[in-house]
T-cell receptor
Framework: DAKTTQPPSMDCAEGRAANLPCNHSTISGNEYVYWYRQIHSQGPQYIIH???NNETNEMASLIITEDRKSSTLILPHATLRDTAVYYC?????????FGKGTLLTVNP | DSGVTQTPKHLITATGQRVTLRCSPR?????VYWYQQSLDQGLQFLIQ???????AKGNILERFSAQQFPDLHSELNLSSLELGDSALYFC?????????????FGSGTRLTVV
């Protein structure tokens, strides 16, 4: 599994877009990029995943660079309930390896 | 409710004891994953089972063991407990042997060893 690097913390104003970066420069061709978030001590929640193309669902958008070495998770209109630790991870097959993630704090 | 059920939610036990954590995957999911989350280590992958068979192993101690039963529920057994085993233990499930869309986590069991 590729190693991922994320900033430890970020702030965002409520109602604004939150853009969370992730570096995965050692990603291999068959590894997907996954994003999860964990609110307080709840179980991590799946957000989105992608391989090459940009992806969008009801929660967020995922932008993957053409060389696949980095990606950005976009929460288009952040709310206070989006305050959480966001994990970027990759996996080629069986398991996900989580790093420290980014603590996103959405401020009123 | 994610559909993944973990019991008990909280567990307090003494050092040297043995406990069993239980996980029922989402209906139809064949894979079960166990993770440990402690304050200083983050989320650590322990082990994965697929349809009753062990598929992948992570940083699981020899004092820990797991199994998946024919009805697909899984149990994580922790023995000779130490203070450092205090952590949140999460179970996750997925439909496939691999990931193919990620997996769904339960709400966890908080283990406190005193």
């Amino acid at each position: 599994d590729a190693k991922t690097t994320q900033p430890p913390s970020m702030d965002c104003a409520e109602g604004r877009a939150a853009n969370l970066p992730c570096n995965h420069s050692t990603i291999s061709g068959n590894e997907y990029v996954y994003w999860y978030r964990q609110i307080h001590s709840q179980g991590p929640q799946y957000i989105i995943h992608g391989l090459k193309n940009n992806e969008t669902n009801e929660m967020a958008s995922l932008i993957i660079t053409e060389d696949r070495k980095s990606s950005t998770l976009i929460l288009p209109h952040a709310t206070l309930r989006d305050t959480a630790v966001y994990y970027c991870t990759t996996s080629s097959n069986y398991k996900l390896t989580f790093g420290k993630g980014t603590l996103l704090t959405v401020n009123p | 409710d994610s559909g993944v059920t973990q019991t008990p939610k909280h567990l307090i036990t003494a050092t040297g004891q043995r406990v069993t954590l239980r996980c029922s995957p989402r209906s139809g999911d064949l894979s079960v994953y166990w993770y440990q989350q402690s304050l200083d280590q983050g989320l650590q992958f322990l082990i994965q089972y697929y349809n009753g068979e062990e598929r992948a192993k992570g940083n699981i101690l020899e004092r820990f063991s797991a199994q998946q039963f024919p009805d697909l529920h899984s149990e994580l057994n922790l023995s000779s407990l130490e203070l450092g085993d205090s952590a949140l233990y999460f179970c996750a499930s997925s439909a496939h042997r691999g990931l193919f869309g990620g997996y769904t986590f339960g709400s966890g069991t908080r283990l406190t060893v005193v």
